[in-house]
């Protein structure tokens, strides 16, 4: 198998770009998909059509780190599809020469349904902390050994500290 083909293969979008006009010079069939362009469109792309205008400032500085090698991984970064709507990638990115010129290899990986299953975990957490916050009843939770969350009730009625409580020498049970 060639390198061509591990590209053209990778379930990862994978885009070069020239870093002084930031003009896009490949894409794979993943990039593509991901985008919703066809290679022919996104070599008429540069860096600010991808992303939504509110993040180029951020995008642009993280850019011009990876072309400068301080920094490869940036994550959470939003990406604007060909029909307007914003997703999410992790973006790998590195300098690399291709024939003597100097270019940025980004690699994109979709992370929007990460980012959505973190959210909702979010909520919940926040609803379960707000309904047990709220209660009259005495709601602690104990793991391995340790008190890792007590209500305001707990604090009440047992007469200590959340500090107190939280604490390692702490004994609940007895």
Do not use: M
């Given at each position: 198998m060639t390198y061509r083909q591990l590209v053209e293969n990778a379930i990862d979008g994978i885009i070069l770009a020239e870093p002084v006009s930031r003009k896009l010079l490949s894409a794979n069939p993943a990039a593509c998909k991901m985008l919703g362009y066809t290679r022919e469109e996104i070599l008429k792309l540069e860096v600010a059509d991808i992303h939504?205008?509110?993040?180029?400032?951020?995008?642009?500085?993280?850019?011009?780190?990876?072309?400068r090698g301080e920094l490869t991984l940036v994550r959470?970064?939003?990406?604007?599809?060909?029909?307007?709507?914003?997703?999410?990638?992790?973006?790998?990115?590195?300098?690399?020469?291709?024939?003597?010129?100097?270019?940025?290899?980004?690699?994109?990986?979709?992370?929007?349904?990460?980012r959505w299953s973190e959210m909702i975990l979010r909520r919940s957490e926040e609803k379960f902390r707000s309904l047990a916050e709220q209660s009259p009843s005495m709601i602690f939770i104990y793991h391995e050994g340790?008190?890792?969350?007590?209500?305001?009730?707990?604090?009440?009625?047992?007469?200590?500290?959340?500090?107190?409580?939280?604490?390692?020498?702490?004994?609940f049970v007895t």
């Open positions: 939504p205008e509110a993040s180029l400032p951020q995008v642009i500085e993280q850019f011009e780190a990876q072309v959470d970064v939003p990406l604007k599809h060909k029909d307007g709507w914003v997703f999410y990638v992790d973006v790998n990115a590195f300098p690399i020469f291709v024939r003597g010129e100097l270019r940025l290899a980004g690699i994109f990986r979709d992370v929007t349904e990460r340790r008190l890792v969350y007590a209500n305001t009730t707990c604090e009440k009625v047992l007469g200590y500290a959340r500090q107190e409580l939280y604490s390692p020498d702490f004994d």
